[in-house]
T-cell receptor, first 112, second 114 residues
């Protein structure tokens, strides 16, 4: 019952930009899009989040389409240490409370 | 600035025993979330707590599982009479506000039931 759709896997050459897409066609109102990643079996690491405007921080950029039904996480210069599973998450309301639903994510492999 | 701390990192229990997992949120965070992750799967939400209150436990199994976040001390996820199917990684996250704020995750506790 994840509210986001992501490709199961992607490869990227080291030093190149990694563009990870996410569809969230049922997003509504003031719901933010969050991105996390999980390296090996470690705890997920927060990357970035956004509402309508594009966002950038020291780790990545987030591009959200004007209709907000999809977004792209961009790692500008991927390194081997960026190999991880990347999760796109939309908070949504269920049973009277908000929660995050993690899908199966995109397994990004950065190749030397 | 210490991050979210979880202990133990690895826990082995025999079937029928109790498992107690502890989570200390980041300093200044009063919201705690517990997730379970089975191998090759994404994280599944279990419960959301604030100090002394359970806000949402819709992801918790109806029996054997309980969680608390007392006024003093860490949050605890308790699993009574563990079964093999409880073997998983359990992650705790904390945030400084509710779900409008990013969550910071701990390293997880890997529970193995033999």
């Amino acid at each position: 019952d994840a509210k986001t759709t992501q490709p199961p896997s992607m490869d990227c050459a080291e030093g190149r930009a990694a563009n990870l897409p996410c569809n969230h066609s049922t997003i509504s109102g003031n719901e933010y899009v969050y991105w996390y990643r999980q390296i090996h079996s470690q705890g997920p690491q927060y990357i970035i989040h956004g509402l309508k405007n594009n966002e950038t921080n020291e780790m990545a950029s987030l591009i959200i389409t004007e209709d907000r039904k999809s977004s792209t996480l961009i790692l500008p210069h991927a390194t081997l240490r960026d190999t991880a599973v990347y999760y796109c998450i939309v908070r949504y309301l269920t049973s009277g409370t908000y929660k995050y639903i993690f899908g199966t994510g995109t397994r990004l492999k950065v190749l030397a | 600035n210490a991050g979210v701390m979880q202990n133990p990192r690895h826990l082995v229990r025999r079937r029928g025993q109790e498992a107690r997992l502890r989570c200390s949120p980041m300093k200044g965070h009063s919201h705690v979330y517990w997730y379970r992750q089975l191998p090759e799967e994404g994280l599944k939400f279990m419960v959301y707590l604030q100090k002394e209150n359970i806000i949402d436990e819709s992801g918790m199994p109806k029996e054997r599982f309980s969680a608390e976040f007392p006024k003093e001390g860490p949050s605890i996820l308790r699993i009574q009479q563990v079964v093999r199917g409880d073997s998983a990684a359990y992650f705790c996250a904390s945030s400084r506000g509710g779900l409008d704020y990013e969550q910071y995750f701990g390293p997880g506790t890997r529970l193995t039931v033999t």
